[in-house]
């Protein structure tokens, strides 16, 4: 019940586990009374990709080094909106068509900044977070890089924060 | 001595490298290491030249110039994919 | 388990029960394995509003004609992203503090036409759907106004939905 | 015989009108009724130039031009705040 304090809060988790992005945004939002906005993205693991079925996803990830990048994107991201809450959670390991990969969320006291913020994280988990997906499907496997847009994208918030 | 790490296609592309190395003679930056590793292995060559390849000095991002001397971890990562 | 259809679905509710916007995210995710990417926004009834304890807030609605141009927003707004499906939860009537108003949510193969069309949905439903909100505090009662900068923004997507 | 609806901070400030009208004579279009109740009821007059409102005829959006005859429902709605 306490009104948003001017830093706002940063949480990262980057677990193995399978999680459930609902349950993950109710404990986010739960007593920030003072945040009218809440801004979400869930990124799942696709059933089809590039017109060819998926029937698994294994995401490799640099165990210690994964986790700092993930933490200094979401701080990054939560000073260029301060105040804001931002929370991040990503998996790693066997993940199975339609399972959650990514939940990314921002609180804020309006609805632009919080949308902001939650685009830049996920343009910024595209191409800084140190995950790879290496999809299974019925002629073998292959490494998914980013497209050229992800990478502009990426590249246009990067000048922003660190002008 | 340091860790030598590979992720991605990367870590396919390397296979039969050391996971160890001590800098050999000459090699003082990133960019040292890579025609290094070009002239072992000349399809790892290919693969460290591909679109997006990012580096990592003692866990943390490290551009073509870095020095290497004094690490414990070098890393050689394909494009990133997270999200 | 199917695949997303060429035709998006829509949905809208508009009542003035409280709900559960994480339950109502995951109802709307379930079963379209071939749509990696969910886009949600969720604007709360605020504790604190200009500076001001917000003690209650009662919404007034224009029965019929409120469900038709919510109804009308959504279709716009999946139309313009097509293939996505589109999901429009708004309360009415006497909302606490705290409480979920508002929940938009877009389900598409990728984030970028996801993140396009909920903000193109809260940007039109603050301006265009038909309702009032009258916010009581310790000084007595305000009706609440959009913004010039909600007008504004609500005026670029008009252009860009009946050139 | 049309119903006269208000809506928002118009509901308040149109106490004492009546909620059934039959059109008078020479209002045909929104901005004429708007000139008419202006007339019978100066604050409200005020308030319907405020930023922002809007009317509806039989639950569609509709313009000061419109045409009003044949109208089973008007209504008259301060600058809308929803989401």
């Known amino acids: ?163 | 001595m340091a860790a030598l790490l590979f992720f991605g296609a990367l870590r396919e592309a390397s296979t039969g490298l050391p996971r160890e190395i001590d800098l050999p003679e000459g090699v003082h930056t990133v960019s040292d290491l890579c025609a290094w590793l070009s002239a072992r292995a000349p399809a790892l060559g290919a693969a460290l030249h591909a679109p997006g390849v990012r580096f990592a000095i003692d866990q943390r991002f490290a551009g073509p110039d870095a020095d290497l001397r004094g690490a414990r971890e070098i890393a050689c990562m394909s494009a990133l994919s997270g999200g």
Request: aromatic share 8%; charged share 25%.
């Open chain 1, 1 to 163: 019940m306490t009104a948003m304090a001017q830093e706002g809060r940063v949480r990262v988790q980057i677990s193995p586990e399978p999680f459930d992005p609902a349950a993950a945004l109710t404990a986010f939002a739960a007593g920030r009374d003072g945040c009218g906005a809440l801004a979400s993205f869930v990124g799942y693991c696709r059933a089809v990709s590039g017109g060819v079925a998926v029937t698994g996803l294994a995401l490799e990830h640099y165990p210690g080094f994964t986790e700092r990048a993930v933490e200094a994107i979401a701080h990054d991201v939560a000073g260029r909106f301060a105040p804001i809450d931002v929370l991040v959670r990503h998996r790693y390991g066997e993940i199975r068509p339609g399972e959650p990969i990514v939940l990314a969320a921002a609180l804020s006291v309006s609805r632009a900044p919080a949308f902001a913020a939650v685009e830049m994280l996920m343009d910024l988990l595209k191409t800084d977070a140190p995950f790879w997906k290496h999809e299974t499907g019925p002629d073998g496997a292959r490494w998914v890089a980013p497209t050229a847009e992800d990478r502009a994208r990426a590249e246009a918030h990067r000048g922003r924060l660190r002008p």
